[in-house]
């Protein structure tokens, strides 16, 4: 049993995350296995082992005063013990007596001199609410996904087989260990966060020095401060009758957990070049080498605005170099697109089908762009990749990547890594966004899913069939009536979700969805669902146009009106081809193969299949639009028969592109 655990660290240790990685590393494995078989592994006597005796975490804490009395007596002083002895489910990071002694000797203070806000502010440093995080979810060198209950983000680092240090400052001593409402790490420090905002810890940096001095002077530093929107008040009910009175932001209503978000959060990220990488690959060694660049580049894209030389306006070249380099969502590595690539409840699984790339859009703080992400398989021999940003003429040497050595720097209300190049919206960049198919998660609209930890690319085994509601004006991009109720569903290994995730109205709803920028161009505008018998009927618009008669969404594609037939099924076509034109011809199209359903509970033999094999997953075209300017555009749905509106995907497909498109 020893011998398994110390497998499954070493496979964590060494990044393996897709089969094709494995098989080719299983000499490697072997070997390293037959190094740590049991005869060489110390047997450890049966009463050091923990036995879960139905103790909560306030419980155990307390309970072993002679290791954790320090903590114990914090989350007295603080109010937060009784939390930690609540129903629910709560990961904790408890600190030894040693640990806590260690950090007031750092501060000069004792545990009287601290406010009880700042114990408060401690200790939910050291606690994540709602999620049970084991250590199996541990990626080496990323934040774990879910935040603290003070908003922060916890970084891990592997030093060894089960050594894992958090935030550079904290080592892991005992993991995983069970109690009755979550699960317990101890560790040897107080877990160490900054305490400064995203534009402090830019300026702070001194490796950044011309990007900060840039960052200044277009005046981008004061767009990085806000924290949080302290007007926000989170509702006590669902409207439309869907439930009752929340308890602690949670109910239970239709056989589905909703949560209420309890806070509105601001985040950002900034991915920059460091000074060093400024000098070596374009001689620039000040800010007068900063502007000429920009100019270079944005001059040529907006020739209009050439002549603006204030710094401040969003129409300056400096201002927009800087300003692309910035995006209003906080965004550790792994959640730019690994997690959407992994959104399994299970680690590394996901409804992705592994072996095509994933593509995924953030518009930044450079008004009217785009950058793209993407995962880049196979890129070596064993490795695939992942933030590879803006990659053209499909030459992987083009594209912008992330620094390993320094990325995930925390900061309160943001984010910042480093890159290896500048970030640019040049006129490749945007050609390459104009010349190919834009598949468009709506969860991407909307950075309020991001900054407030509610979309994390991956499900819970704790809570299947998880969901969240949101107030009206919780959303920049979103306007509704108030008979619309937005809700977003994570991860469930059940559905067949593109990036394992869906937005969802219910009731009489009548809302307006802002999309990211489009290049200009004429493009076939499509819209992603898959029908159920629970949903509902509605007329759907696009920049106030309708778009056709309304659409049935508990209609399965099976249904003549659309003419669905099985790949595989005929043998006259027995890829689906032929089909596919029947069904284009009535405007709709079978569901792109590239991701699956991951359980069999709902869809049999067809459940890790890709969705063309799913009659209940399909494509609506919207129809032809012609966009003039790379702008956002309205995508409105409104209820004619009540029931749930399901929103996958949208599609922007360049006319010259459906001539050679797959079905991927």
Request: with cysteine.
């Given at each position: 049993m020893q011998t398994n655990k110390i497998g499954n660290q070493v496979c964590q240790i060494l990044g393996f995350q897709h089969s094709k990685r494995f098989s080719k590393s299983l000499m490697l494995i072997m070997l390293i296995m037959s190094l740590l078989s049991p005869s060489c592994v110390e047997e450890i006597p049966e009463e050091s082992y923990y036995t879960f005796k139905g103790e909560t975490a306030g419980q155990y804490i307390t309970n072993r005063p002679e290791s954790y009395s320090e903590f114990a007596l914090l989350l007295e002083k603080s109010g937060v013990m009784p939390l930690l002895n609540a129903y629910g489910k709560y990961t904790c990071f408890v600190p030894s007596n040693e640990g806590m002694q260690k950090y007031y000797e750092a501060k000069g203070k004792t545990l009287d001199d601290f406010t009880v806000e700042e114990l408060r502010e401690i200790a939910f440093d050291h606690i994540i609410k709602g999620f049970e995080v084991t250590s199996k979810e541990f990626v080496n060198g990323a934040s774990l996904l879910?935040?603290?209950?003070?908003?922060?983000?916890?970084?891990?680092?592997?030093?060894?087989?089960?050594?894992?240090?958090?935030?550079?400052?904290?080592?892991?001593?005992?993991?995983?260990?069970?109690?009755?409402?979550?699960?317990?790490?101890?560790?040897?420090?107080?877990?160490?966060?900054?305490?400064?905002?995203?534009?402090?810890?830019?300026?702070?940096?001194?490796?950044?020095?011309?990007?900060?001095?840039?960052?200044?002077?277009?005046?981008?530093?004061?767009?990085?401060?806000?924290?949080?929107?302290?007007?926000?008040?989170?509702?006590?009910?669902?409207?439309?009758?869907?439930?009752?009175?929340?308890?602690?932001?949670?109910?239970?209503?239709?056989?589905?957990?909703?949560?209420?978000?309890?806070?509105?959060?601001?985040?950002?990220?900034?991915?920059?070049?460091?000074?060093?990488?400024?000098?070596?690959?374009?001689?620039?060694?000040?800010?007068?080498?900063?502007?000429?660049?920009?100019?270079?580049?944005?001059?040529?894209?907006?020739?209009?605005?050439?002549?603006?030389?204030?710094?401040?306006?969003?129409?300056?070249?400096?201002?927009?170099?800087?300003?692309?380099?910035?995006?209003?969502?906080?965004?550790?590595?792994?959640?730019?697109?690994?997690?959407?690539?992994?959104?399994?409840?299970?680690?590394?699984?996901?409804?992705?089908?592994?072996?095509?790339?994933?593509?995924?859009?953030?518009?930044?703080?450079?008004?009217?762009?785009?950058?793209?992400?993407?995962?880049?398989?196979?890129?070596?021999?064993?490795f695939d990749e992942f933030n590879v940003f803006n990659m053209v003429n499909d030459d992987p040497a083009t594209a912008i990547r992330i620094n390993r050595d320094n990325y995930d720097n925390d900061a309160i209300n943001g984010i910042y890594h480093e890159i290896d190049d500048i970030l640019v919206y040049s006129p490749m960049v945007e050609q390459m966004l104009a010349s190919k198919r834009l598949r468009m998660n709506p969860a991407s609209f909307f950075y309020e899913l991001t900054n407030n930890r509610i979309r994390i690319g991956h499900g819970t085994p704790e809570y299947p069939s998880q969901g969240w509601f949101f107030p009206q004006g919780y959303f920049e991009r979103f306007k509704g009536s108030n008979t619309s109720a937005l809700l977003y569903c994570d991860s469930d290994d059940r559905w067949p979700d593109y990036m394992g995730d869906e937005v969802r109205a219910d009731g009489l709803y009548d809302f307006e969805a802002i999309t990211l920028p489009i290049p200009k161009g004429t493009y076939e505008v499509r819209f992603g669902y898959h029908a159920t018998n629970n949903r509902g009927v509605a007329q759907l618009y696009f920049d106030d146009y309708p778009v056709g008669i309304p659409l049935d969404l508990r209609i399965l594609a099976s249904d003549p009106k659309i003419g669905y037939v099985r790949p595989g099924s005929d043998s006259d076509d027995p890829y689906g081809y032929e089909n596919d034109k029947a069904m284009r011809n009535r405007g709709y199209m079978k569901a792109p193969a590239t991701f699956k359903t991951l359980s069999p509970t709902y869809y049999g033999d067809a459940y890790n299949s890709n969705v063309r094999y799913q009659e209940n997953c399909l494509r609506r075209i919207l129809g032809i639009f012609t966009f003039d300017e790379m702008t956002t555009h309205r995508f409105r749905v409104v209820a004619v028969k009540s029931g749930q509106f399901h929103f996958d995907w949208l599609e922007f497909v360049p006319l010259e592109v459906l001539e050679y498109e797959d079905i991927y």
């Open positions: 879910n935040q603290t209950m003070s908003g922060r983000n916890i970084k891990v680092d592997f030093e060894g087989l089960f050594e894992y240090r958090l935030n550079s400052s904290s080592l892991i001593t005992d993991s995983d260990v069970e109690v009755h409402n979550g699960l317990i790490h101890i560790v040897d420090n107080v877990i160490i966060h900054t305490a400064l905002r995203l534009d402090e810890v830019i300026l702070a940096d001194e490796n950044f020095k011309l990007f900060a001095e840039a960052l200044v002077l277009t005046g981008f530093d004061q767009k990085l401060t806000p924290i949080e929107d302290e007007s926000y008040v989170p509702p006590l009910s669902l409207p439309n009758g869907l439930g009752g009175t929340a308890v602690d932001g949670e109910f239970w209503t239709l056989g589905r957990l909703y949560r209420i978000p309890q806070s509105k959060k601001y985040g950002f990220t900034a991915l920059m070049p460091s000074d060093a990488t400024l000098n070596e690959k374009y001689g620039i060694t000040d800010i007068e080498g900063i502007k000429k660049k920009a100019s270079e580049i944005y001059d040529e894209i907006y020739p209009q605005d050439a002549g603006i030389s204030d710094p401040t306006d969003p129409r300056n070249s400096l201002n927009r170099f800087i300003g692309y380099h910035l995006i209003a969502k906080k965004l550790p590595w792994n959640l730019f697109i690994y997690q959407y690539f992994n959104s399994g409840s299970t680690p590394n699984t996901g409804h992705a089908i592994r072996t095509f790339d994933m593509f995924e859009y953030m518009e930044p703080m450079c008004a009217n762009t785009l950058i793209e992400v993407r995962t880049l398989l196979g890129a070596g021999d064993m």
